[in-house]
């Protein structure tokens, strides 16, 4: 019997490309969450990019051959969009309303960490290089140099918000890694395409339990708002968030998470 041919390895630009889509795109759309928050309910606003954007991406794969998913992957992607989308995309939407965008992006920076625990832990608790430990530490300290003492709001800090944010990075670590051994479709434009459908869902239902159908008004929606929904589809989306999911195949998952 003769085993299967491995899968090509990536090329360095392609890589590269991937980790300068994941840098520069993700890092703008923090600025385009808060447009969108202006005027659209944080868990619908949410769900409609990755719905939108999902929806895209899963007619495209199917129409160049893909065969259709199975019930265990749409199982796997439902798990894997809560934990990436609801639980982490979700958690820091909700939080921005709470707290300032520099201790948002201080607490979000805490991902390669969790990543380097989680991730040794799970492969018996090997303790990472010096290297990365450093690399991280000073990730910290570059965010937090970055933010400054002033940015991170006068007076006291929200403790819900705060809150939010940290198990918000906890559950985007989970997700991301177990993404790497989910029983998902061998495509990966594919598999990434239903965990945005799946997150998107569970995002949509999010967003009516917690009444926001009360506050969505489409026609007193900002252009601003609309734009940056649009922007986030295509560029936080389609090619953000495939990006961040394919680097995950192909790298480990502390180096995929230096974005943060």
């Known amino acids: 019997m003769t085993a299967a041919p491995a899968a090509p390895r990536p090329t360095r630009l392609r890589v590269a490309s991937a980790f300068a889509a994941v840098y520069v795109l993700w890092g703008s759309t923090y600025l385009a969450i808060k447009f969108a928050l202006e005027s659209l309910p944080p868990f619908w606003m949410a769900a409609s990019r990755f719905l939108i954007a999902g ?3 899963y007619v495209w794969a199917r129409r160049r051959g893909e065969p259709a ?5 749409w199982r796997s992607a439902l798990i894997v969009g809560g934990l990436l989308l609801l639980g982490g995309n979700g958690g820091v939407v909700w939080a921005e309303q709470r ?33 990365v ?16 003492p002033g940015r991170l709001g006068g007076g006291g800090i929200d403790p819900v918000g705060a809150a939010v944010l940290i198990a918000a990075s906890l559950s985007w670590t989970a997700g991301s890694l177990y993404s790497r051994r989910a029983p998902l479709p061998s495509s990966p434009l594919l598999g990434t395409a239903m965990e945005m459908l799946g997150g998107g869902a569970l995002l949509a239902v999010s967003g009516l339990v ?3 159908w009360q506050r969505l008004d489409l026609a007193a929606a900002t252009p601003r708002s609309l734009l940056a929904v649009g922007y986030l589809v295509v560029f936080g989306s389609l090619v953000g968030f495939t990006a961040y999911v394919w ?7 502390p180096l995929a998470a230096t974005y943060a």
């Not at 998913?69 to 992957?73: G, N």
């Not at 430990?133 to 400054?148: K, T």
């Not at 680097?247 to 998952?253: A, M, R």
């Open 210 to 212: 917690a009444g926001e």
């Open 69 to 73: 998913p199975r019930r265990i992957h």
């Open 247 to 253: 680097l995950l195949k192909v790298s480990t998952p």
């Open 133 to 148: 430990l450093a690399g991280v530490g000073i990730g910290l300290a570059g965010v937090a140099l970055l933010v400054g």
């Open 55 to 57: 929806a895209i991406l």
């Open 99 to 131: 707290v300032p965008s520099g201790l948002a992006a201080l607490l979000v920076a805490t991902v390669p960490l969790w990543m380097v625990m989680l991730d040794g832990a799970g492969r018996g608790w090997k303790r990472p290089p010096v290297q």
